[in-house]
């Protein structure tokens, strides 16, 4: 726990502070730039891209040791990686646009085929120089134990620039999320803005390859992004929603791993990120489960309290349970369904409302306002009072009923 | 190409087809129901499925193993259809916001348990090692006739194998209902057919063969073998019998091309040993996708072509 706490503060090691900083600002940068594609509906691109990486970074390091250079310069690496992810990029790009397959089948195929000639290349980067490639196998899963000041650097200044051009360009790629043909319309290149969009996930990939590994990178590009989407309905707020999900989640995740052995960085990371989707879907005011459900409680009530005062007033015996039970506890039922004379009021005010929406009807023709009734909007919400004094002016005085 | 073809590469040629297939059929139609990254879902969650398998049973043997990844494919699918209704989030972001965490959580089981007396580790499970399924004690073309010779054949020959077999026998038996309910859900439901226990049936079907081809190519080359035969086979006619039957056709080229190229290619290039094999089965399905696109009859949707001049 003291661990824990020390890592929490950056006291726990150099290596650790530095590996908590990077994710927590790699998580802020992917959250960031995955909210588009996710609210573009394609946020399994970023699965395509990241698996695409892998080539790249076989290839560069091949290259680099061919100069005579150290085939683990990371900038060599990142460079080489953005090459091949951009490739497949462009490649899922034209086999949806030219063939009839749809862009799920190119995503996959891109992904397998890429991800099948890294695997090829890392093979024979093995039985190439025995060695000294060891460490290229981590960026699989990502590893922190040789994070230098350098990997930090690349984190902090590619990861901003991500973040700022989303930023800068969040209205045309609002636009071409939710619209893309009326983004056409008004004259924007809606293939160029699909292309930095996926472009900048393909920068936080492969500037994140290294930390968290290119399967995992994926979660943190979609899952901040998937968790923002339920507490905004406003793209740029959900942009640093997002980021901050993805920020918090890389930091706690990275301070996570740090306090505790067996605990690998990325998938922690993964995990943390997961625990805020979840709590995110559950709690989230307004679009999260519990809230749902009690909108659907609240209105559920609504519905039976009408529906019980209509019988009243019509003098039906009422039969469903649930609405006696709700009628009684309002006090406006006794329990054996008489009503009480809070009851007959309640009842009579309904009524009267039915009554006054009826007249409603008549004078405004147009479905404007009328077309609010819904039975449970109360006529007041909808109407002034002096309209309401018009409508029971043409209703009439009440009159005594004969008979009963 | 005597006792040591019939050694060392006739085991791993043949697993590698039989893979390529197993997971080709169920992929042509998770293609033409664009579910195709269900695929890609499914490799993922194996590795969970595997590791608790592992952790539950204790040892590493083929019968809960495959019942841990198709459980896992059936918890991946079930977690993926809450998100998406309970969170009203499209099906692309759901699948990849379940599948990831499930493959960290297995990545972090993984490390957590002591495997290191068992063959399991990450990179194995990514990358499969078809090369290492070979069969030493054959003496040649004339082992395969010999009954106590056969039996000492890699027991994922015999997994694949009955694997691939039983896909073979679900895809004929029923061909014309998935046939119905892949191009037409609603008329299928009309028919009585039972579509949604289909398409859950397709999804563990791929899941049952995915988890076998595991074994030989790794969990993330499958994803090719699940689409890239069937896609290019896809381009190549507008039949549905014909477009398996080019699947197949392709998912067995690939192998074999893919498995000669990986350990023959480098020599041509007077280079020492081998690559993985596994990696150049997806390379080469790549290729043929590739040039499908290019060249195959049926690429263009229906009335682009003319327009485009392609």
Known sequence: MNLFVDALFLQAGYNAALVAIGAGLLGFAAGASGTFPFLRKRALIADAVAHATLPGVGLAFVVMVGFGGDGRNLVGLIAGSAVTAWIGLLLIEWISRRTRLAEDAAIGAVLGVFFGVGIVLLTVIQTM?????????????GSTAGMLFQDATVIAIGGSLAVLLTWLMRRPMTLVAFDSDYAAALGYDVRRIDLLMMGLVMAVAVIGLKLVGLILIVAMLIIPAVAARFWTDRSTSMIWIAGGIGGASGYLGAVLSASAPAMPTGPIIVLVAAAIFMFSLLLAPDRGVLAALFRHRGFQTRVHRRQGLLALAARHPIREAYTLRLLAREGLVRPDGVPTDAGRAQAAKVTRDERRWDVAREIYQDA???GRYDGLTPIEDVFTADEIAEFDRQLGPPVTVRGD | MGTEFVQLSLTPILIGILAAVACALPGNFLILRRQALIGDAISHVVLPGIVVAFLLTGVISAIPMLLGAAGAALVAVGLIEVVKRLGGIEPGAAMGAVFTSMFAAGVLLLEQTDT????????HALMGNLESLVWLQAEGWHSLLDPGMLATLPDELTRIATVCAFVVVLTVVFWRWLKISTFDEGFAQALGIPAAALGLGLVVTAAIAAVAAFDAVGSIIVIAMFICPPAAARLMTNRLERQVGWSVTFATLSAVLGYILAGYGPLWF?????????????????????????????????????????
């Open chain 2, 270 to 310: 007077g280079a020492q040993g081998a690559v993985s094999a596994a990696g150049m089965i997806a390379a080469v399905s790549g290729i043929i996708l590739g040039l499908a696109c290019l060249y195959g009859p049926h690429r263009a949707r229906v009335g682009v072509a003319r327009k485009e001049g392609a």
């Open chain 1, 368 to 370: 404007g306002l009328t």
């Open chain 1, 129 to 141: 120089s025995a060695g000294r490639q060891a460490g290229l196998e981590s960026f699989l899963l």
């Open chain 2, 116 to 123: 290191s007396s068992v063959h399991l580790d990450v990179e």
